[in-house]
């Protein structure tokens, strides 16, 4: 360790090895035997469960319970798995506190849910870790699908798709496959490779082929892969970043916040990656908080996460942001920035306060600095690179219930696509259920 959480500007090694170890460890471990029956015992196996018409997937959770209560934990992998094939890191990632842990009657009468997600990570974490994939692919179609993306949207896809019998490719820019899983994820919440482990699991299945470094765009076409392919399914993402458009925005030590968690995500050694004394995060959504927590975990000595609205209008939940406050997050809200000062390099940001008026937010003419090394952009993601043939809509590519486009042959699903909420268990369902669409309609069942 060469610097402390006090040394002055961007700087690596604020913290010893020992500590980042700990930090970016797993944030809750998985339960051993014991604390999985115990924690099963508590679930009433409810009739018409409303965790299960919470959870996007649609997972039999009672029956899940059930089974680990019943000692089957591999059953019960079955049951999550059937539904939602990266069960393993949704159980990691998913906000289960406004999804099935926030629906569960105990949490309704007691404040105090099953612990849904930490039983689903004890069930599914078993055939992951000893690579053992519970299904098998029915007789061959003779079909192939072009899946474009290897995040969680285009996984699911590929994999229901390849259990099916159909052959898939699945074409992905990035040097790795996972998506966000292995590039945007908080390092703590997909601790030990887990990302790709998942991949390599579900790879299990057979049917499927990944080409990386493979951007659709530069190294083929949508018309190409109509062409070569019987299907084609997007499931592209958000890879552009909405711009900051205040003065100073282009000063050294201001940068996107998923750059930065790009950066930290594959990151040999976290003693290496610069961080600054005084980091301020742009931004009241999951990106926001998650930049702001790992810069934290990473040494700064202050973290502010400010946001242009009030906390009740913030993406990320009351879980996550009394997260970031216990890890020493300031969160300040209603402010919004209007410049960036410093020489060459950031050193304080301006902010104004807001008000909500007749006009939508208003500023109230009081402005306030914050001290600022590094500055993050957690302002929201956008569409970059669709094919231009495809109708949009609120900037994201339009798709009916089962995930078809405006063009004939194309599905999309994900963060891409409208309808979800860009979680990972929307996108897992969104590439489930568009596969067995493209199934279907290409088997005549449907369409
Ligand atoms: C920092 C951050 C933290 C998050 N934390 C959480 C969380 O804790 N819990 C949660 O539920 N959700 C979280 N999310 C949201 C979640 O990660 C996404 O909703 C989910 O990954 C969407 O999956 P996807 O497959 O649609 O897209 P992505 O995961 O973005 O995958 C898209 C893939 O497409 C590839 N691609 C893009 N363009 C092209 C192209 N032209 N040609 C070929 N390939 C292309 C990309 O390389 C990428 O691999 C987080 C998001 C971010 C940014
Ligand atoms: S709502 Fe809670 S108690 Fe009821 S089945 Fe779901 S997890 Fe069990």
Redesign the pocket.
């Known amino acids: 360790m060469t610097n402390s959480s006090q040394t002055e500007g961007v700087a690596p090694s604020r913290l010893d090895s020992a500590s980042l170890d700990a930090h970016f460890d797993d944030l809750y471990p998985i339960f051993d035997d014991h604390e999985a029956r115990v924690a099963s015992d508590r679930c009433y196996f409810c009739y018409d469960a409303p965790c299960v018409t919470a959870c996007p997937t649609a997972i039999d959770i009672p029956l899940f319970i059930r089974q680990i209560q019943a000692g089957q934990p591999e059953g019960a992998a079955r049951t999550i798995l059937s539904q939602n094939i990266l069960g393993s890191m949704c159980a990691r990632?998913?906000?289960t506190e406004t999804l099935c842990e926030g629906a569960c009657v105990r949490q309704t009468a007691e404040g105090n849910p099953v612990e849904i997600g930490r039983l689903q990570r004890y069930a599914t974490d078993g055939l992951l870790l000893a690579n053992e994939h519970p299904f098998s692919r029915a007789a061959a179609t003779g079909k192939r699908i072009a899946v474009?993306?290897?995040?969680?949207?285009?996984l699911a896809c590929a994999h229901r798709l390849a259990m099916g019998g159909s052959d898939v490719t699945v074409?992905?820019?990035?040097a790795k496959?996972?998506?966000?899983?292995e590039y945007?994820?908080?390092g703590y919440?997909a601790a030990n490779g887990i990302a790709q482990t998942e991949v390599d699991w579900l790879m299990g299945i057979g049917g499927i082929e990944i080409a990386t470094g493979?951007?659709?765009?530069r190294d083929t076409t949508l018309d190409d892969l109509s062409e070569r392919f019987d299907a084609v399914f997007l499931?592209?993402?958000?890879?552009g970043v909405n711009a900051l458009k205040i003065p100073g925005a282009d000063l050294d030590g201001v940068r996107d916040?998923?750059d930065f968690?790009d950066e930290l995500r594959q990151c040999e050694d976290l003693g290496t990656l610069p961080i600054g004394r005084h980091v301020v995060v742009i931004g009241g959504g999951?990106?926001a908080v998650?930049a702001a927590v790992q810069s934290r975990l990473l040494g700064a000595e202050h973290v502010t996460m400010v946001y242009r609205r009030d906390r009740a209008a913030m993406a990320a939940s009351d879980y996550e942001l009394d997260h970031a406050a216990t890890e020493g997050v300031t969160i300040v809200t209603d402010a919004m920035p209007v410049a960036i000062h410093g020489e060459g390099k950031a050193s304080e940001i301006e902010f104004a306060y807001t008000s909500s008026g007749a006009n939508g937010l208003e500023k109230t003419g009081e402005t306030f600095r914050l001290r600022a090394d590094q500055v993050f952009k957690a302002i929201g993601?956008t569409l970059?690179?669709a094919p231009t043939v495809l109708t949009l809509e609120s900037g994201k590519i339009a798709v009916d219930a089962a995930g078809r486009t405006s063009l004939a042959g194309v599905w999309a699903g994900?963060?891409?696509a409208t309808g979800g909420e860009?979680?990972?268990?929307t996108?897992v369902q969104q590439g489930r259920d568009a596969a067995d669409d493209i199934h279907a309609s290409l088997m005549g069942g449907a369409g």
């Open positions: 990632v998913c906000p474009v993306g290897a995040g969680p949207a285009g074409f992905d820019a990035h496959p996972g998506g966000l899983n945007g994820i908080a919440k493979a951007e659709l765009g499931g592209m993402g958000l890879a916040a998923v968690i999951m990106t998650d993601q970059e690179g994900g963060d891409c860009d979680l990972t268990v996108a």
